[in-house]
């Protein structure tokens, strides 16, 4: 079974997996990911002990709804495609819209889950968190250009009920907290992968959180949790932009770089792989 990412996430490192599978440790206990995002490593290795964390509460919603009642996930899905497949480009623009608003106003519910999953589909670029509030600004290109909807066809949703059982046939914790807490559960013999968001220039709009704040000071907090799992005999790799700032904080550790094409800017740049074995 070859699982897949059920969500469109930005940073999504299901291109990439070839990069880094040569990098993971052969043998590892219990799998640890502090910012899981959708998840790509985890659903490619299949560990059979887990745990995963994000900071977003929306994604995490996401993940424990796919866990306990994808049925209902996929039900709505084919519901809201019968309806929206028919309408104009200009009144399925309107009609996310409308629904992108109304997420901030919603419990953490599997309705407002399978609204977030939906709409970050519809949207360019996943994108429908903008300067710290939920907006939907345009249609995704495969909508527009190939009227083309993969996540409300067949494989996408069979593909949520594999993850879902996968998810309930191995041990594993699916967590919303800061990840210092996360690393602090990591043990002699476990392995960590790290995808944190990248602390570099940019002029993106978007943000993977509300008000998070990512400098140099991030940075510097990941490398002293890092030193903790080196005492603690945990191998951990990290993937991370590739900045002299990054290049000099961790220049005691292994690095090597990749080549990924970045959409929102439009070109090739080079990521670093980051490891303490």
Known sequence: ????????????????????????????????????????????????????????KDLVNCWKYIKSDPETIIESFKKFGKRFKKMTK?????????????????????????????????????????????YFNSLALNITLHNKYGF???????????????????????????????????KS???????????????????YNKDEILDESFIIGLLEQVKKLDNKDVKWLMTQSDTKTIRSIFKEYKIETFIVYRMGQKKYVNELIIKNY
């Open 189 to 207: 013999g476990d392995f960590v992968f790290m995808d944190p968001p990248y602390v570099e220039e940019h002029d993106y709009r978007f943000n």
């Open 1 to 56: 079974m070859s699982l897949k990412t059920f969500i469109s996430w930005l940073g999504n490192k299901s291109k990439h997996l070839r990069h880094i599978i040569p990098h993971i440790p052969k043998e590892y206990n219990t799998y640890i990911e502090p910012f899981v995002g959708s998840g790509a490593l985890l659903l490619k290795l299949e560990p059979e002990s887990w745990i995963i964390n994000d900071l977003n």
């Open 90 to 134: 200009e009144n399925k623009t309107l009609y996310c819209r409308e629904l992108t608003s109304k997420i901030d106003d919603m419990k953490y519910d599997i309705h407002r889950s399978i609204t977030y999953m939906l709409m970050k589909y519809c949207a360019y670029m996943g994108n429908i968190l903008v300067n710290n509030k939920f």
């Open 152 to 186: 409300l066809d067949n494989p996408h949703l069979n593909n949520i009920l594999d993850v879902s059982d996968y998810l309930n046939n191995t041990k594993g914790i699916i967590l919303n907290k800061d990840y210092k807490n996360i690393l602090s559960k990591a």
